[in-house]
Nanobody, 124 residues
């Protein structure tokens, strides 16, 4: 599966931004699709994930209440709506997928396919 993230940009703190991840190729019903982010000098961290078939959603604590992950199965696309953005949300955002869901869904090493990332910068 090839992934392409888009929608990043420069916004002010408190603003909203939506990024999307379009997949080419089949996403299997039990697949996991997730958003990760990596800030300069920091490790890549889990943001949100979705179990493709059932649509169950998972969030990192930093994302709960502000970010929403969703999918459009017909378009093979996953979205991340980010509200009330903070300077600490500044990072490159990546989408990733694996064929089968795993309870270790928050670990980057569990994912096989990655998109090139889209940069989000939040100014204070």
């Amino acid at each position: 599966v090839q992934l392409q993230a888009s929608g990043g940009g420069l916004v002010q703190a408190g603003s909203s931004l939506s990024v999307s991840c379009a997949a080419s190729g089949r996403i299997f019903p039990d697949a996991a699709v997730a958003w990760f982010r990596q800030a300069p000098g920091k490790e890549r961290e889990f943001v949100a994930g979705i179990r493709w078939g059932g649509g169950r959603l998972y969030y990192a604590d930093a994302a709960k209440g502000r970010f929403t992950i969703s999918r459009d199965s017909a378009k093979n696309t996953v979205y991340l709506q980010m509200n009330n953005l903070r300077p600490e949300d500044t990072a490159v955002y990546f989408c990733a997928t694996r064929v089968r869901w795993t309870t270790s869904y928050s670990r980057p090493s569990e994912y096989k396919d990655w998109g090139p990332g889209t940069e989000v910068t939040v100014s204070s």
